[in-house]
Every structure is written in C-alpha cells, then in structure tokens.
C-alpha cells in the first residue's frame, strides 16, 4: 500500500500560480508513474500530467506551456507547478502513484481560479 498526502491547492485570480505537492510513502517499488488528474463539476476525471521514475513527463494538451511536473526522488515526492492559471482550470487535484500492482490515490486537493 502507498499512502498519499497532498497541498497546495487554494484559491488564486486568473493568471495566477499555484503549486501542488504530494508525498508518497509505503510500500514504493523502483518503478513507478506519479501524477495528477483532475475532475471539474460534471466533468469527467481527465489526466493533468505525469512523470515515470525515468523522468518521462507527460502533459494534457490544455496544459502544456503552463504547467510543469517534477519530482523529488529521495522524498518520493511530486510537484505540480500552476502557471497562468484559468477559470478553467478550477478542479479538484488528485495525485495518483501507479506501479505493476496499481493505482494508489490522494484524497485530493481544490484548485479555485477566479476573480
């Protein structure tokens, strides 16, 4: 089992930053995936971002150019910087951890953007 513990999220204006963190822990195996989806009201869950233990990142297409993925090895720990941020953005953030024996899933973190 992994445990996940998220921050970060908050309310910002439109054009703002943000950044989301997310500290795994548990049973970590050498390979693994860490990311973020996010599910807007009445929308379906959608993937954010990604980045393997290889540093392969991965980007939705509405965010690329604004946000960036990262990752801190030795504290098992993910990063999602926000920039330039839209009313569209506005979701609840969830960090996943996925190896071989699944998916793992913080309890999620609310991103508001409005003025």
């Known amino acids: 089992q992994v445990q996940l513990v998220e921050s970060g999220g908050g309310l910002v204006q439109p054009g703002g930053s943000l950044r989301l963190s997310c500290a795994a822990s548990?049973?970590?195996?050498?390979?693994?995936?860490m990311g973020w989806y996010r599910q807007a009201p009445g929308k379906e869950r959608e993937l954010v971002a990604s980045?393997?233990?290889?540093?392969?990142?991965n980007y939705a297409d509405s965010v690329k150019g604004r946000f960036t993925i990262s990752r801190d090895y030795a504290l098992n720990t993910v990063y999602l910087q926000m920039n330039s941020l839209k009313p569209e953005d506005t979701a609840v953030y969830y960090c996943?951890?996925?190896?071989?024996?699944?998916?793992?899933w913080g309890e999620g973190t609310l991103v508001t953007v409005s003025s």
């Open positions: 980045i393997s233990t290889g540093g392969r990142t």
């Open positions: 996943y951890f996925r190896t071989v024996q699944g998916d793992s």
């Open positions: 548990g049973s970590i195996f050498s390979f693994n995936i």
